[in-house]
């Protein structure tokens, strides 16, 4: 492999797990409409925290609260998916969207390694 073809990959590779560490510290808190609930989410999207304010006890519609607690959790999952297409957009196409993309770092890292070290398969 030409040198500077290996020294253009090492590079790209470096980049991408320096971005993927910054997604791996992800956490993102989102509020219910009412502010009754907040749900803290992690890097994967998996809920990390949930917090009930008292007053949601108030209100006899079990329902409606489930309903409140996971619109909760799936807003603030939405926003990590979105932190991380942000630290990874320069390595995605023009128009590709947080919905449409593979965010998963390590099968990309893995043919990036497999190409450098001249493993053409």
């Known amino acids: 492999m030409d040198a500077d073809l290996y ?3 090492r590079q790209l590779a470096e980049d991408v797990r320096a971005a993927q560490d910054r997604m791996a510290t992800i956490r993102v808190t989102a509020e219910s409409d009412d502010g009754l609930i907040s749900a803290t989410v ?3 999207g998996g809920l990390a925290e949930l917090s009930l304010d008292p ?3 108030h209100a006899p519609d079990s329902t409606a ?5 996971v619109e909760t959790i799936r807003r603030a999952a939405q926003n990590v998916l979105e932190e991380r297409f942000a630290i990874l957009a320069r390595y995605l196409p023009a128009d590709a969207t947080p ?3 593979d965010l998963k770092l390590g099968p990309f ?3 990036l390694d497999r190409e450098a070290n001249g493993d053409r398969r």
């Open 7 to 9: 020294a253009d990959y």
């Open 42 to 44: 992690d890097s994967s």
């Open 55 to 57: 007053r949601v006890y």
């Open 65 to 69: 609260l489930a309903r409140t607690i």
């Open 99 to 101: 919905e449409t993309s």
């Open 109 to 111: 890292l893995h043919e």
